[in-house]
């Protein structure tokens, strides 16, 4: 496979991750997602921010949130999540550190 295919192909995989969380599962709560899978969608929004910034083009992190969630975050966050309990709380802590804070 020569690296255009392959850039196209694991951008069409993105594409695709990103419409099963956004469309076809919102439900998903991404302090779910945190704890489960160490990753949610505020962290594909960054990775998306730091790709840009990478490449020269400067991206905040409310413009990167609002690209991948098709509007501002916070507006998708009240349509879509809800408040988690103290033991969901305290295990996204933990898994926020371990996948992202001990990353950096």
């Known amino acids: 496979m020569d690296d255009q295919t392959r850039l196209e192909i694991e951008a069409a995989a993105f594409r695709r991750l ?4 956004m469309q076809d599962r919102p439900d998903v709560q991404n302090i779910d997602l945190m704890n489960l899978a160490g990753f949610c969608r ?14 020269g083009i400067d991206m905040s992190k409310d413009a990167a949130r609002e690209i991948y969630y098709g509007m501002p975050y916070d507006d998708w966050k009240n349509l879509n999540q809800t408040e988690a309990g103290p033991e ?5 802590e933990k898994a926020f550190k371990e996948n992202v ?4």
């Open 18 to 21: 990103r419409q099963h969380l």
């Open 42 to 55: 505020n962290c594909l929004s960054r990775w998306y921010q730091e790709a840009a910034n990478e490449r």
């Open 88 to 92: 969901k709380q305290a295990a996204f």
């Open 101 to 104: 804070t001990d990353k950096a």
